[in-house]
Nanobody, 119 residues
Framework: QVQLVESGGGLVQAGGSLRLSCAAS????????MGWYRQAPGKQRELVAN???????NYADSVKGRTTISRDYAKNTVYLQMNSLKVEDTAVYYC?????????????WGQGTQVTVSS
């Protein structure tokens, strides 16, 4: 069974920084694309950033220049470094990964981690 476990959320003042981590565990053969999404109250879940298995990255316009996504292939872990945080970045952040396991390839979601940015 594959699990994605997120960490690193919390309360931070506007202008501050946070680093989120998400580790995939279980009987994993390979990990494909990984990414971070977020969902604010009353809004749909949206892509924040993703990174392919080859290391190519993509960012939402709202976070470009303030956010860096990276991954550690050996640890099956993806990171999201967020700087110059704004109140509008407040949301639950979810990790997503496409994982090859004994059951085949499929997408998995983490449980979510709350990020709250105060003014």
């Amino acid at each position: 069974q594959v699990q994605l476990v997120e960490s690193g959320g919390g309360l931070v003042q506007a202008g501050g920084s946070l680093r989120l981590s998400c580790a995939a565990s279980g009987t994993i053969f390979s990990v494909g694309d990984m990414g971070w999404y977020r969902q604010a109250p009353g809004k749909q879940r949206e892509l924040v950033a993703n990174i392919t298995s080859g290391g190519m990255t993509n960012y939402a316009d709202s976070v470009k220049g303030r956010t860096t996504i990276s991954r550690d292939y050996a640890k099956n872990t993806v990171y999201l470094q967020m700087n110059s945080l704004k109140v509008e970045d407040t949301a639950v952040y979810y990790c997503n990964a496409v994982v090859g396991a004994t059951t085949g390839w499929r997408g998995y979601w983490g449980q979510g981690t709350q990020v709250t940015v105060s003014s």
